[in-house]
């Protein structure tokens, strides 16, 4: 047959498999974005890069818009590890006053 794009697209088993790979080799941090990657296959790529954009220092006005996105992540996309680290991100950009436009 052809090969299709399908084909040749990552699995979330896979990247799992490369999270347990990175646990059993002591690297919590890299297993830790697999499992993340693993929630963020089926999750449309328009929203990926909305969600993107609000991460970056200064696009969104306050958290407000991050804590939406978090709850879409956990809500429509069952992503709860992606959701808890926008949420982490929103509290962080809080403290450190990253929210305004500072360009």
Known sequence: ????????RITPEALRMQAEIATS???PMLAAN???AAELVDVPQDFIMHVYELL???RAEDKQ???EAAHKLRETFKAPRMAAFVEE???V??????????F
């Open 56 to 58: 970056r220092p200064g």
């Open 25 to 27: 080799a002591n690297r």
């Open 65 to 67: 818009p991050l804590l």
């Open 89 to 91: 991100a929103a509290d």
């Open 34 to 36: 697999f499992e993340r």
């Open 1 to 8: 047959g052809e090969v299709a794009l399908e084909d040749l």
């Open 93 to 102: 950009y809080e403290r450190r006053g990253l929210f305004t436009y500072r």
